[in-house]
């Protein structure tokens, strides 16, 4: 194998850093319960049959068993917290190759056949996707498929069983391009080691294009050529060679239905053996391979096969498929059980989120948003706020005497303007003279003039989502008594305008801080700040979310991830702006939160650091700040509580709804027809035929006739994506759209922004209409930082304590041992964790085995079997698979759109702005029904309910209130009754 010693020498090495200090215990979480039963059968299973032909080596929820040729009871090898699949077996029969998570992270590792000797080959120590291994015929090496997901293509590295940091065999390419990257995947070597057959595609795994798009490729290791020897309109992926190398078998698909194909090496004769295998993953993320492994018996006349959950023998003659019965004593440990009882909040609406607080210069008050209204609050203990501005009313600014106040309004019919109003309250001034989309107005150093943001009213209705904060945008200045604007500048994106002690102007943007001259000029980049990316598909750096910089220009206050640093600004060197990145700083970098932020300011002209967390306002000296030990700050600092109450919206008296047909939650007849609902005080209290019932003297009737009266529905993977952020709109579309669809109660899973509290106390206090309008609070990304459980209490804390959710949402906040550090510090806080499995089958089982409350979207691998389904229903992980948008298949909501025609829906035309409704109906791909298979998704989840779990219904936002009605219709289409 000379050539092999060639391709090591002349390669490049993939870099291997150290492995985790805590390897041993990398793994911190422990099982409170068993998953225990006999399985004979199993979802996606890898199987392998050793050289002599006598043992059968598979996976099986995270385990590895052994099992005799023949069948039988399997005897486990590799069990315990870490999850362990794809063994295959060395040439020479005594040891395997597997893939693991036990140092925290997924790595390729071997072990002897009994299970003992583990030795660990890779060695990432962040997230990486790994699949099928396989062995050099000379039993040297080990190829496997890997990516990460700032990839998403797979590449073949290889590793010598003997150590080293292992050799790149093949490139993704074009990083800048991700629908024309190459997908090296499953790989199996020639006999006489020099080729590697793999299945190819171009472009990531969530390039559109139509299916099947996969073909068999082979790679000369010699001279690193890499030729397609197998491309057809019907696909061709997941090859499995002979031991002489003779016969190549593939899957391919036939119509709609995969089968498995035999290709003569010699003669080119290619033929069908197999028809129909299970279905193949093309339509999912492809992470576990793109079919359970199948591979040649050691005589080569058969093949072992896993298909529909069981283990078969392929007679390559005659295609005929024998059973190879087994049983696994399963015994699965679980992480603790996350879910609790959480109990709806009664009495006075107390505003979870302030805005914008600003200390007053002399240092005594506090000037805040709270839900549309605009309030003073003394800093002394026990004092509370005086409202100023009913309603409407954002972002407030002091004037430098401490005298004034400007602010914003906007509503959605009128757009906006700028005021000013004496701080100690009376009559607001107007100050702007044309309506348009002001935002964060501040007085100039000397008290005559306000700056503030400007942007278009009628874009702004039209935007489909202000996630992202950047829009053309004005900064403008005018007397601070009123009259004509004046532009200073425009900029896409600016935000957070203030100023130097020299009077210049600085803003924030996507570009960096700038600085300009107040009376006008082209700004320049003074200083950029970095940070990692928001997830691991953009792994950054990027831009922070906020920086401001101190009235001397030295510091710089930071706020990334809802956490506040503070800076020391680097000397200009050059014409490029200095530039920091948090993960590795140039210059002196002090955390001063550790719970976090929501805003953050400059006070005394730089003497003091302020934020917001919640309703709670903070201040610190900055020379305490500066000095504090590490993780300090945050407790050194003074904390007032801004309390701000509303009386809750609960209707009273009592009310009949006569004469609807009533649907029944569950049990008795379909429907009651001509029914009497009798509610008091917001509760339903007797149903009964019209009639029948005894009502109170003071009730009232409403005559509801030729209606139908069901259940409200619950949405539990809402998003209100379209809310207008920052500077608010009462009333917003979204919500009455659910409402008007009969979506009584909805949970948002990832809103990005704390915004959304505020429209669900706003609902709360009955000042617009809607749902009960639950949310996690923005997702807990990768930029978390979750290096400890402390990290995770920590953040959890914010949510709890401050936002009062005890719902929170974990997205892929990085390794596995990252994992379990949230689901250890939801069950210490009694918080409810809920993730989703970004189309990977392995982030799915072990989100349920560790103990999450809740796994967003589908499984991307159909039909489930008797293993997974079990998993769900027993460890009691909710699933809510969103099948409008469900990974492994293509999405429903196309078929819904094409054919359902939203656009001709009164009801949905009525709440739903016509820009919105235009942009929903775009880029949509018509599949024949025939090549839709998002049925069996809903399937596999009637098949979860059914066998006790917790199956939720969830819209995922893509058609407001319409597109809970549509779920529920995809879940009926799955088998689904009541």
């Given amino acids: 194998m000379r050539f092999f010693a060639v391709l090591l020498l ?42 002599d032909g006598r043992t059968i080596l598979f996976d099986l929820l995270g385990d590895i068993y052994a099992l005799d040729a023949a069948g039988g009871t399997a005897r486990p090898l590799l069990t315990g917290m870490a999850f362990e699949r794809n063994p295959v077996f060395s040439p020479d029969g005594t040891q395997f190759a597997f893939l693991s998570d036990r140092s925290g992270d997924t790595n390729l590792w071997i072990a002897n056949v009994d299970g003992t000797g583990l030795k660990q080959l890779s060695h990432d120590t962040s997230v990486a996707i790994y699949t099928s291994p396989t062995w050099s015929p000379d039993g040297r090496f080990v190829t496997v498929s890997r990516t990460v997901h700032a990839i998403l293509a797979f590449e073949l590295f290889m590793y010598d069983r003997n150590g080293g940091s292992g050799v790149q065999i093949t490139k993704a390419g074009s990083p800048e391009n991700w629908d024309t990257r190459m997908n090296a995947l499953g790989a199996v070597a020639s006999p006489d080691g020099r080729y590697l057959y793999y299945s190819t595609k171009r472009g990531h795994t969530w390039t559109e294009n139509d299916l099947p798009n996969w073909s068999i490729a082979r790679r000369d290791l010699k001279t ?26 593939y899957a391919s698909r036939k119509g709609m239905q995969t089968g498995l194909r035999l290709r003569n090496m010699q003669t080119g004769e290619d033929r069908w053996i197999a028809l129909p295998i299970d279905r193949d993953g093309q339509d999912g993320g492809y992470y576990a391979d793109l079919l359970p492994r199948f591979t040649f018996m050691p005589d080569d006349k058969a093949l072992l096969m896993s298909v529909g959950g069981k283990f078969k023998r392929l007679d390559i003659a005659s295609g005929t498929m024998a059973d190879i019965p087994f049983t696994a004593p399963v015994k699965l440990g679980l992480g603790p059980l996350t879910r609790v009882r959480q109990k709806e909040e009664e009495g006075p609406v107390r505003v979870r989120v302030i805005q914008a607080p600003r200390q007053s210069p002399d240092g005594k008050s506090v000037a805040f948003t709270a839900l549309g209204g605009l309030y003073i609050q003394s800093l002394t203990p026990g004092a509370t706020p005086k409202k100023l501005v009913a309603q409407d009313a954002f972002q407030p600014a002091w004037s430098p005497d401490g005298k004034s106040i400007v602010y914003v309004s906007w509503t959605a019919k009128g757009g906006g303007h700028i005021w000013r109003i004496p701080a100690g309250g009376g009559r607001p001034k107007r100050l702007t003279q044309f309506a348009a989309f002001y935002t964060q107005p501040i007085f100039a150093p000397d008290g005559k003039t306000v700056v503030a943001l400007r942007a278009n009213h009628h874009d702004r209705l039209r935007t489909m989502s202000e996630i992202d904060p950047s829009r053309p945008t004005d900064i403008i200045r005018m007397d601070a008594q009123g009259g004509p604007a004046t532009l200073v500048t425009h900029a896409m994106g600016a935000r957070l305008p203030h100023f130097a002690r020299d009077g210049r102007l600085f803003f924030y943007s996507p570009a960096g801080v700038s600085a300009v001259p107040i009376t006008g000029d082209d700004p320049h980049v003074a200083l950029r700040v970095l940070a990692p990316g928001l997830g691991q598909y953009f792994p950054g750096p990027a831009p922070v979310d906020e920086v401001r910089l101190s009235p001397d220009g030295k510091q710089a206050l930071v706020k990334s991830f809802s956490q506040i640093y503070l800076l020391a600004v680097p ?3 050059g014409s490029a702006p200095p530039t920091i990145d948090l993960s590795a700083p140039i210059v002196a970098k002090a955390k001063l939160t550790r719970i976090g932020a929501d805003f953050t300011d400059w006070a005394d002209d730089g003497a003091t650091i302020t934020w917001s ?9 900055t020379a305490q700040a500066l000095t504090a030990p590490v993780q ?42 001509n029914t009497d609902i009798l509610i008091t005080n917001n509760r339903i209290v007797a149903i009964g035929p019209a009639g029948s019932i005894a009502l109170p003297a003071d009730t009232s009737v409403r005559d509801v006739r030729g209606k139908y009266i069901v259940p409200g529905f619950i949405d539990t993977h809402a998003h209100w994506f379209e809310i207008r ?17 009969g979506v009584t109660s909805a949970l948002d899973v990832q809103p990005f ?19 009960r309008a639950w949310s996690t609070g923005p997702g807990v990304f990768v930029n978390a930082e979750i290096h400890s459980k402390q990290d995770a209490l920590d953040i959890l804390t914010r949510y709890r304590d401050h936002y009062r959710t005890r719902n929170i949402k974990s997205y892929m906040i990085g390794d596995r041992a990252q994992r379990q550090y949230m689901v250890e510090a939801a069950k210490d806080l009694g918080m409810m964790p809920t993730t989703e499995g970004a189309s990977d089958m392995v982030l799915n089982l072990t989100h349920a085995i560790d ?14 079997r008797e293993d997974i389904v079990r998993l769900f229903a027993q460890s009691r992980t909710s699933y809510t698979p969103t099948i409008m948008v469900a990974y492994g298949t293509t999405p429903a909501l196309f078929d819904f759109i094409i054919n359902r025609r939203p656009q001709d829906d009164p009801k949905f035309r009525h709440f739903v702005p016509s820009g919105i409704i235009s942009e929903k109906l775009r880029n949509r791909r018509w599949m024949p029904p025939e090549a839709q298979s998002w049925q069996q998704i809903a399937a596999d989840a009637v098949a979860i309910q059914r066998a006790g779990g917790l199956v939720g219904i969830g819209s995922h936002g893509e058609m407001q209130g319409l597109g809970y009605q549509w779920e529920m219709q995809a879940f009926a289409a799955g088998g689904l009754r009541r």
């Fill in 851 to 864: 103990g999450f409350s809740g796994n967003e979207h589908s499984i991307p691998i159909s039909p489930l």
């Fill in 613 to 621: 967390v919640g309703s709670t306002f903070r201040r610190l000296s």
């Fill in 632 to 673: 300090a700050a945050e407790a050194l600092a003074q904390s007032v509580a801004l309390h701000v109450e509303l009386p809750r919206d609960v209707p009273r008296g009592n009310l009949v709804l006569r004469g609807a047909t009533v649907i029944p939650m569950a049990g008795g007849p379909d429907a009651l027809e």
């Fill in 224 to 249: 690193g050529q890499d030729e397609t020897i197998i491309e057809s309109a019907d696909g061709a992926m997941r090859p499995a060679l002979s031991h002489n190398g003779r016969l190549l078998a």
């Fill in 753 to 771: 922004t704390t915004d959304v509290f505020a429209y669900q106390d706003m609902i709360d206090a009955g000042m617009m209409h809607g749902p």
């Fill in 571 to 573: 000397p200009a060197n």
């Fill in 10 to 51: 002349g390669a490049a090495l993939f870099a291997a850093p150290t492995l985790h200090a805590q390897q041993k215990d990398a793994l911190t979480l422990k099982p409170t319960r068993t998953l225990e039963y006999a399985a004979r059968e199993g979802s996606w299973m890898q199987p392998d049959i050793s050289p």
């Fill in 725 to 741: 952020r920052g500077i608010h709109d009462q009333g917003h579309w979204n919500f009455a759209a659910n409402l008007a669809y």
